[in-house]
């Protein structure tokens, strides 16, 4: 079956540092890659996606691209802000349900 | 309109009561989902919902009856639950259940439930 797995956190950072968030997966088939973020007290946000292999997702600073030969898609920011706290989860999705991974908190300091 | 709309808020009920939860989505998906979530957990899939009518049922207890009135509705009805039951309930939706534009989900902000 499908399956995710992601660093375990939290992460810890300071304002303006290099965000790396590693991913890989399991999967049959040509699944969909996510990230999805959930702030505090909040539902789940999709940050960015991918489709197909060396796909490159990016949103609000935030990148990852969708590597076939190593299965993974890890996430990057160049520069974290205070506001980037929150819980990322990888997900991937072949035919109509997500499996997620089990979310990586990230904590970022002034 | 790329929203989808959870209500309520916030919900306390007694294990006793009946209560149901509201999903709204006006992007015209034919998908519909409900998900839960426990503290510092990933969500889990509970139903899913296919041109209204139930495609998945992942064993939820009966105490949990979803209904799905019409392809923009998605209701969660609750009866005689347990305090474990406490969570935050997420709905979402995608265009369909195949293939890659329809594999993107889309998540409403959750019902913080409290069962006492």
């Known amino acids: 079956g499908n399956s995710v797995t992601q660093m375990e956190g939290p992460v810890t950072l300071s304002e303006e540092a290099f965000l790396t968030i590693n991913c890989t997966y399991t999967?049959?088939?040509?699944?969909?890659l996510f990230w999805y973020v959930q702030y505090p007290g909040e539902g789940l946000q999709l940050l960015l996606k991918?489709?197909?292999?060396?796909d490159k997702g990016s949103n609000k600073g935030f990148e990852a691209t969708y590597r076939k030969e190593t299965t993974s898609f890890h996430l990057e920011k160049g520069s974290v802000q205070v506001s980037d706290s929150a819980v990322y989860f990888c997900a991937l999705t072949g035919y109509s349900t997500l499996t997620f991974g089990k979310g990586t908190m990230l904590l970022v300091s002034p | 309109d790329t929203e989808v709309t959870q209500t309520p808020k916030h919900l306390v009920m007694g294990m006793t009561n009946k209560k149901s939860l509201k999903c709204e989505q006006h992007?015209?998906?034919?998908?519909m989902y409900w998900y839960k979530q426990k503290a510092k957990k990933p969500p889990e899939l509970m139903f899913v919902?296919?041109?209204?009518?139930?495609?998945i049922n992942e064993s939820v207890p009966s105490r949990f009856s979803p209904e799905c009135p019409n392809s923009s509705l998605l209701n969660l009805h609750l009866h005689a639950l347990q305090p474990e039951d406490s969570a935050l309930y997420l709905c979402?939706?995608?265009?369909?259940?195949?293939?890659?534009?329809?594999?993107?989900?889309?998540f409403g902000p959750g019902t913080r439930l409290t069962v006492l």
């Open positions: 999967a049959t088939g040509y699944p969909s």
């Open positions: 991918a489709t197909k292999a060396d």
């Open positions: 992007m015209g998906h034919r998908a």
């Open positions: 919902y296919s041109y209204e009518k139930l495609s």
């Open positions: 979402a939706s995608s265009q369909g259940l195949a293939g890659v534009l329809d594999n993107e989900q889309f």
